[in-house]
């Protein structure tokens, strides 16, 4: 899908922020702002080497927030996440020293490398907002954005993400290889100086946490919520499809396509945001029967054959 909307003008420099970095993904960039936006998160499947971590510092570096990266090892501990009580002699009592999820952007590298006991402390905190530690809830700081990076499943040493943890990111993406042309741009970048140094902030924390606020106000007709719900109950009836999208799912597709249509300079959403954005958000949440693997059917195969088959909603007015 083109990006050739008017695009918000605070937003539109993001992008183009984050393109000085990162060359020739721009729906991956505008996927990204769009999650950040929506109050979700993203999952990055891809090899290494390819810029998921360097996506994610383009991001944080764009929107003038605090970045912080947890690498993911078989060895990694909750407490090496979510922070740790230390005892204070001089005080006689226990001080709480905050772990790297208390930050605004999160990169959390290799996500499927550790265990799932170390992976749930990390994903409390993006269902919640908040963390338990020795029976005290502490509120995270707004924004709160994780940015998880994983490799293929087929490579050794991984633990793959239950569905019940994948049903946490809004969307999944992939960054894929570049094309000569790309690659040659990436070479040229890198020739001197890194260019992730050569980027500054174009809007501030607290502009992000309003722009987060004026999504809100963006118009869902009622019959793009009726398309919604039937695209996301018909991966719940499908043959192919063992566990379908769940209501979460529906929330999350409408949510993110109140984010897209703000990004694209528009106050009310229409059937192509929701075609466009399905494909990204519901894939990773369902759960394919033995027999459609077998036959080599994918999650975004399916999705892809009932967005052609559901009717699409004729609104009668597009915005308020």
Do not use: W
Request: proline share 6%; charged share 25%.
């Amino acid at each position: 899908m083109s990006h050739t909307e008017e695009m918000h003008p605070k937003l539109g420099r993001v992008i183009k922020n984050i393109e000085h970095v990162i060359v020739g993904k721009r729906d991956v960039s505008i996927l990204s702002l769009v999650a950040l936006l929506a109050n979700g998160h993203v999952l990055l499947e891809d090899v290494p080497g390819v810029g998921k971590t360097m996506m994610v510092r383009a991001l944080a570096k764009s929107v003038g927030v605090e970045f912080k990266r947890i690498q993911f090892t078989p060895d990694l501990l909750p407490s090496d996440v979510t922070g740790v009580s230390i005892y204070n002699p001089k005080e006689l009592r226990f001080e709480f020293r905050e772990g790297p999820i208390f930050g605004n952007v999160i990169l959390a590298d290799e996500i499927n490398r550790t265990s799932p006991k170390t992976q749930s402390a990390l994903l409390e905190g993006m269902e919640e907002g908040s963390i338990t530690v020795d029976g005290v809830t502490r509120v995270l700081s707004k924004p709160f954005f994780v940015m998880a990076t994983q490799n293929p499943v087929d490579y050794e040493g991984t633990y793959p993400l239950p569905e019940a943890q994948l049903d946490r990111f809004l969307f999944k993406l992939r960054m894929g290889y570049p094309s000569k042309a790309e690659e040659y741009e990436v070479l040229s970048l890198a020739e001197k100086e890194r260019p992730i140094h050569k980027i500054d902030s174009v809007i501030t924390k607290e502009e992000l946490v309003e722009l987060q606020y004026e999504i809100q106000n963006v118009y869902v007709d009622e019959t793009i919520k009726h398309y919604i719900i039937d695209i996301t109950s018909k991966t719940r009836r499908h043959p192919s499809i063992y566990l379908g999208a769940s209501p979460r799912a529906s929330i999350a597709l409408m949510k993110a396509a109140q984010a897209y249509a703000f990004i694209t300079g528009r106050d009310y959403i229409i059937p192509d945001d929701i075609q466009y954005l399905a494909l990204y958000a519901l894939p990773h949440r369902l759960i394919l029967r033995s027999e459609a693997k077998f036959e080599g059917k994918s999650a975004e195969q399916l999705v892809g054959e009932i967005i052609d088959r559901t009717p699409v909603p004729v609104q009668r007015s597009l915005s308020r």
